[in-house]
């Protein structure tokens, strides 16, 4: 929309109403189209991000049945962070989002670390009964992980605000 300072200087500069309300209704629709695309990049987003979660928690499964402890734990935190930092900068990038597509977008993340975290555990108590790793402990870890991106850019957006 043209805010009424901007009609104003077009129409001191010579503009009939009629070519201001041409631009203004110009400008509408490439917002309406915009709107369009954000909304399908931010749901393909979201699939994109689930698909991509359950590849690396595919991925780290044959992991469990190392006899590692602690060495296991690095690599599913950078996983778990880069993934999640991934999701982060893709939803803030997406442009036209309203606050509802943050909101789902913040319940959608804690949806898909629960569901990280059951997947591992049952996946590695079916096929590695012997580990020395609890799943339970590790699908937290990577949950933790890929949340953590997400929450420390609310605290940061947050005390740039105030």
Same mark, same amino acid.
């Given at each position: #929309?043209? %805010?009424?300072?901007? /009609? +104003?200087?077009?129409?001191?500069?010579?503009?009939?109403?009629?070519?201001? +309300?041409?631009?203004?209704?110009?400008?509408? /629709?490439?917002?309406?189209?915009?709107?369009?695309?954000? /909304?399908?990049?931010?749901?393909? $987003?979201?699939?994109?991000?689930?698909?991509? =979660?359950? !590849?690396?928690?595919?991925? &780290?499964?044959?992991?469990?049945?190392?006899?590692? %402890?602690? @060495?296991?734990?690095?690599?599913?935190?950078?996983?778990?962070?880069?993934?999640?930092?991934?999701?982060?900068?893709?939803? =803030?990038? *997406?442009?036209?989002? @309203?606050?509802? /597509?943050?909101? &789902?977008?913040?319940?959608? &993340?804690?949806?898909?670390? $629960? *569901?990280?975290?059951?997947? !591992?555990? &049952?996946?590695?108590?079916?096929?590695?009964? +012997? %580990? %020395?790793?609890?799943?339970?402990? #590790?699908?937290?870890?990577?949950?933790?992980?890929?949340?953590?991106?997400?929450?420390?850019?609310?605290?940061?957006?947050?005390?740039?605000?105030?």
């Amino acid at each position: #929309m043209i %805010t009424p300072k901007k /009609h +104003q200087e077009l129409r001191a500069k010579g503009w009939t109403e009629t070519e201001v +309300q041409r631009v203004e209704n110009i400008l509408n /629709h490439v917002r309406k189209e915009d709107l369009k695309i954000s /909304h399908f990049v931010f749901w393909s $987003v979201l699939v994109l991000i689930v698909l991509a =979660n359950v !590849i690396v928690s595919l991925i &780290l499964i044959p992991f469990l049945s190392l006899k590692f %402890t602690w @060495e296991i734990y690095i690599p599913l935190i950078v996983l778990g962070g880069l993934v999640g930092f991934l999701y982060n900068y893709l939803i =803030n990038d *997406i442009k036209h989002l @309203e606050v509802r /597509h943050h909101i &789902l977008g913040g319940l959608v &993340l804690p949806l898909i670390a $629960v *569901i990280n975290l059951v997947l !591992i555990s &049952l996946i590695s108590d079916r096929y590695f009964k +012997q %580990t %020395t790793l609890s799943p339970w402990i #590790m699908g937290l870890i990577f949950a933790g992980a890929f949340i953590l991106p997400y929450l420390l850019d609310r605290i940061r957006t947050r005390m740039k605000r105030e």
